[in-house]
């Protein structure tokens, strides 16, 4: 729960998605872990599908954010 109205009605959630990652290079057995960690918030609407519509849009934001930042580490990882 983000925030609530003065009658204390739900008014937005706080989302977060964190993502643990281990890589390990066979060719010398080195071990690497990166933690990955986004948050967002998302409104309560009128009804409950919208709310519901609301929180999958965000998590599919987020995970998408997510996913793009474990691609540039990997990308930079993998160069060296």
Known sequence: IKDKNISGKI???KLIL???????NVKNSKKI?????????YSVAD???DTLSNEKRTLENL???I?????????????N
């Open 11 to 13: 008014t937005s959630y």
């Open 47 to 49: 009804n409950h599908s």
């Open 18 to 24: 964190d993502v643990d990652l281990t890589v390990i």
């Open 63 to 65: 995970a998408e954010t």
């Open 67 to 79: 996913t793009e930042d474990i691609i540039n580490f990997l990308s930079i990882y993998l160069k």
């Open 33 to 41: 872990e990166k933690k990955f960690m986004k948050s967002n918030s």
